[in-house]
């Protein structure tokens, strides 16, 4: 099933941010920065094509922090490292006052 464009340009930009591919260590930080500001479907979806088009143990993996990050908080520090490698790949959603914090 093809992603909606939107979803595809994520996809991307995460591709373009780690292009060895995400590192488990950044799987955590980066579902709950993508969960601040996308849907549960939108970023399921993104997790699907990100395990499909990895090994089978980074699909595994993928799954568990999404689950993971809906039961545990995730440190801010780990966040803001993941917003910032993913500004560097030109992400606009990753750019600091884009992450949904007001005030």
Known sequence: MALPPVLSAIVGWLRAGYPE??????????????????TDAEVSQ??????????????????????????????????ARVRARLAEGGWPLARPGLAGHHG
């Not at 088009?53 to 520090?77: L, Y």
């Open 21 to 38: 591919g995400v590192p488990e260590v950044d799987y955590l930080p980066l579902f709950a920065l993508l969960g601040s500001q996308l």
């Open 46 to 79: 993104i997790a699907d094509e990100l395990a499909s088009s990895g090994n089978p143990e980074s699909a595994g993996a993928i799954r568990a922090a999404i689950t993971t990050v809906t039961d545990q908080p995730v440190g801010e520090s780990d966040i």
